[in-house]
């Protein structure tokens, strides 16, 4: 593959993604909007009598770039994991979270069962898998523009969502190395097995490299190596998670992000490496699932079903949270401003669905449904929390 056939695509969707990523901002939507619209407006493209921009070269350039992204996003999400804050919440938001990542799990899999969407049960699961997952960065700069972000109600919130990230995506590994369509039907007592390994393996080397990153940030603080060495670290854990365990590579940065979160450059990390995430990797990601949607096979039957399948992944967050929220001595509209607050998703549903589709598990036709409940769920959360707190106000 010669490298010139991607320099054109990738500055096109540079430039379209940053201006529909400002434009999705100003509407009061995550940037991953913005940038997954650039790659479904660009794959149109696709279709254009002998055009020379999309081609199959230029897509598997843009492929492996994608890749990376989706490594670096789930290194930073690990990054940002506050471990105090899950301290000082406690035991109701681990079980806020369980609610949470179980009963959409469980609505999405009776949905894709109920629409005999395949002859698998593992790719039933899967797409209530892809419900598991939680964005809270609307729900953050919602209630930290109503001065709410600090309360129970905010702090509940942001653990639970923490810890959610943290169960779905090793929900989301196990399924991926189940699924018996890469040749052989996997032992699941091996892949649990091998899943703890991991676990396991990387608490123990966890531990050696955070305190060696702790004596790095003292002896060179503030400087660049730092940064690099981490990503060095993220990408070592990514490939030794995939090919010494079987575990998703998303895991293995996950947990590295995990690893070196809490330290005295964690904040300095995470801000060079989302400099070059930001610059090329994230947008190249996001635009690559738009680019390879596909909606030739969206018929009436898939309607009802990608319905029903955002119907289940908002109702399950809001049913599970502020039930068990209930359950843990929140009062009433307490519990429901948990379960509202936790029903926004963005970038980890995408990754966990692209993984699914890398994998062979699901089709891309259930990509434009996600990306209708990510656009649902970034408006409808923050409009229907501040309508609460109004009320409450005005009480």
């Known amino acids: 593959m010669n490298y010139?056939?991607?320099?054109?695509?990738?500055?096109?969707?540079?430039?379209?993604?940053?201006?529909?990523?400002?434009?999705?901002?100003?509407?009061?939507?995550?940037?991953?909007?913005?940038?997954?619209?650039?790659?479904?407006?660009?794959?149109?493209?696709?279709?254009?009598?002998?055009?020379?921009?999309?081609?199959?070269?230029?897509?598997?350039?843009?492929?492996?770039?994608?890749?990376?992204?989706?490594?670096?996003?789930?290194?930073?999400?690990?990054?940002?994991?506050?471990?105090?804050?899950?301290?000082?919440v406690g035991k109701p938001a681990v079980f806020i979270t369980l609610a949470g990542v179980i009963v959409p799990m469980l609505l999405g899999l009776a949905v894709a069962v109920s629409f005999s969407m395949s002859n698998s049960i593992m790719t039933d699961l899967f797409y209530g898998v892809i419900l598991t997952a939680t964005s809270v960065s609307v729900t953050v700069a919602t209630l930290k523009e109503m001065g709410k972000l600090n309360s129970k109600v905010g702090n509940t919130i942001i653990t639970a969502a923490i810890l959610d990230d943290i169960i779905g995506?090793?929900?989301?590994?196990?399924?991926?190395?189940?699924?018996?369509?890469?040749?052989?039907?996997?032992?699941?007592?091996?892949?649990?097995?091998?899943?703890?390994?991991?676990?396991?393996?990387?608490?123990?080397?966890?531990?050696?490299?955070?305190?060696?990153?702790?004596?790095?940030?003292?002896?060179?603080?503030?400087?660049?190596?730092?940064?690099?060495?981490?990503?060095?670290?993220?990408?070592?854990?990514?490939?030794?998670?995939?090919?010494?365990?079987?575990?998703?590579?998303?895991?293995?940065?996950?947990?590295?992000?995990?690893?070196?979160?809490?330290?005295?450059?964690?904040?300095?990390?995470?801000?060079?490496?989302?400099?070059?995430?930001?610059?090329?990797?994230?947008?190249?990601?996001?635009a690559n699932i738009g680019i390879t949607t596909k909606f030739g096979g969206i018929n009436s039957n898939m309607i009802l079903f990608g319905t029903l399948f955002i119907l289940a992944g908002i109702l399950g967050k809001v049913i599970g949270c502020s039930g068990t929220a209930l359950l843990c001595k929140f009062d009433a509209r307490d519990s429901l401003k948990v379960g509202v607050g936790m029903m926004a998703r963005a970038e980890v549903a995408l990754v966990c669905a692209q993984k699914g589709v890398d994998a062979g598990i699901i089709g891309t036709d259930i990509m434009p449904f996600i990306l209708i409940m990510i656009i649902l769920s970034s408006f409808a959360t923050p409009i229907i929390l501040k309508g609460l707190y109004k009320k409450e106000t005005v009480k």
């Open 169 to 286: 995506i090793v929900v989301l590994s196990v399924v991926v190395s189940l699924d018996s369509k890469k040749g052989e039907s996997a032992n699941p007592i091996k892949v649990i097995l091998m899943t703890l390994a991991f676990f396991i393996c990387a608490i123990v080397f966890g531990f050696i490299i955070k305190k060696i990153f702790m004596w790095l940030s003292i002896r060179y603080p503030h400087h660049r190596l730092i940064p690099i060495y981490s990503v060095a670290v993220c990408f070592f854990f990514s490939f030794a998670s995939e090919h010494w365990f079987g575990v998703a590579d998303i895991t293995g940065a996950f947990v590295a992000g995990l690893v070196l979160s809490g330290t005295k450059e964690t904040l300095y990390v995470d801000r060079r490496s989302d400099i070059m995430t930001y610059m090329i990797f994230s947008p190249v990601f996001f």
């Open 4 to 88: 010139d056939l991607v320099l054109l695509p990738l500055a096109i969707i540079l430039l379209v993604s940053k201006f529909l990523s400002k434009l999705s901002a100003k509407l009061g939507l995550p940037n991953v909007v913005g940038m997954l619209l650039a790659g479904v407006l660009i794959g149109f493209i696709q279709y254009i009598p002998n055009q020379e921009i999309i081609t199959p070269p230029a897509m598997e350039g843009l492929g492996f770039l994608a890749k990376i992204g989706v490594i670096l996003i789930m290194f930073s999400a690990g990054l940002s994991t506050d471990f105090e804050s899950i301290k000082e």
